[in-house]
T-cell receptor, first 113, second 114 residues
Framework: KQEVTQIPAALSVPEGENLVLNCSFT??????LQWFRQDPGKGLTSLLL?????REQTSGRLNASLDKSSGRSTLYIAASQPGDSATYLC????????????FGQGTILTVHP | EAGVAQSPRYKIIEKRQSVAFWCNPI?????LYWYQQILGQGPKLLIQ????????DSQLPKDRFSAERLKGVDSTLKIQPAKLEDSAVYLC????????????FGSGTRLTVV
C-alpha cells in the first residue's frame, strides 16, 4: 500500500527566503507525481506535474524534482513571498489507467513580511 | 473554461441526519472524483466515475455513503446517517479521461457534524 509523507508539517519563514518542501513515498512504481497548493477554504490548484520518466519540472519560482528510485520529491520555492502562504500537498498516481491519487498530509507554509 | 462547481460551500448538521452534496464538473470531462479531506490530512478518494459508471469505490463507506452520476455529467454524494467522524471537506474533481495527466478540483463543501 502506497504511503506518502511530507516533511515538515509546518514551516514559517521570512519573506525572500528560498525554501524546500519534502515528499517521500514508499512504493517507487509510480506513473507521476503532482504538487498542489491549497488555500484556506479553497480547492486544490495544481502547481507542477512530473512524469515518472522526468527528473524535474519548473514553473516560475517553483521547481519540483523527482527521484523515483529513492521515493522522494522536493518542491523548491525561490524568493518566497507572503502570497505563497498556503498548504502544499504532493500526490502520487500509480499507473496510467489508475487515476486514484495518494496524497501526503501537506506542509503548511507561512511566509511573513 | 468554467471550473468545477460544488454546492453548498458549508453545511452543519446533527449526527444521524442526512446530507447531500452536488458537483458539476468541467464540460466534457468524462471522469469525476469525490475526495474526503479530514482536517490536517491529505484528501482520500471516495469514489471515481467514468461517464456514469463507477470505476473505483473501494474506500467509500457504503453503509452510509452513496453517490451517483446520472447522465454522466453532474454528481451527488449523500451521507445517511451522518456520524461525527464525517466532518471534513468533500472535494469534487474532474479530468478529461482516465489517461488525463491532471485534475481540476472544485472549492469543496465543508461539512460539520455536531
Amino acid at each position: 500500500k502506497q504511503e506518502v509523507t511530507q516533511i515538515p508539517a509546518a514551516l514559517s519563514v521570512p519573506e525572500g527566503e528560498n525554501l524546500v518542501l519534502n515528499c517521500s513515498f514508499t512504493d517507487s512504481a509510480i506513473y507521476n507525481l503532482q504538487w498542489f497548493r491549497q488555500d484556506p477554504g479553497k480547492g486544490l490548484t495544481s502547481l507542477l506535474l512530473i512524469q515518472s520518466s522526468q527528473r524535474e519540472q519548473t514553473s516560475g519560482r517553483l521547481n519540483a524534482s523527482l527521484d523515483k528510485s529513492s521515493g522522494r520529491s522536493t518542491l523548491y520555492i525561490a524568493a518566497s513571498q507572503p502570497g505563497d502562504s498556503a498548504t502544499y500537498l504532493c500526490a502520487v498516481r500509480p499507473q496510467p489507467l489508475v487515476v486514484k491519487l495518494t496524497f501526503g498530509q501537506g506542509t503548511i507554509l507561512t511566509v511573513h513580511p | 473554461e468554467a471550473g468545477v462547481a460544488q454546492s453548498p460551500r458549508y453545511k452543519i448538521i446533527e449526527k444521524r441526519q442526512s446530507v447531500a452534496f452536488w458537483c458539476n464538473p468541467i464540460s466534457g470531462h468524462a471522469t469525476l472524483y469525490w475526495y474526503q479531506q479530514i482536517l490536517g490530512q491529505g484528501p482520500k478518494l471516495l469514489i471515481q466515475f467514468q461517464n456514469n459508471g463507477v470505476v473505483d469505490d473501494s474506500q467509500l463507506p457504503k453503509d452510509r455513503f452513496s453517490a451517483e452520476r446520472l447522465k454522466g455529467v453532474d454528481s451527488t454524494l449523500k451521507i445517511q446517517p451522518a456520524k461525527l467522524e464525517d466532518s471534513a471537506v468533500y472535494l469534487c474533481a474532474s479530468s478529461s479521461g482516465r489517461m488525463a495527466r491532471g485534475y481540476t478540483f472544485g472549492s469543496g463543501t465543508r461539512l460539520t457534524v455536531v
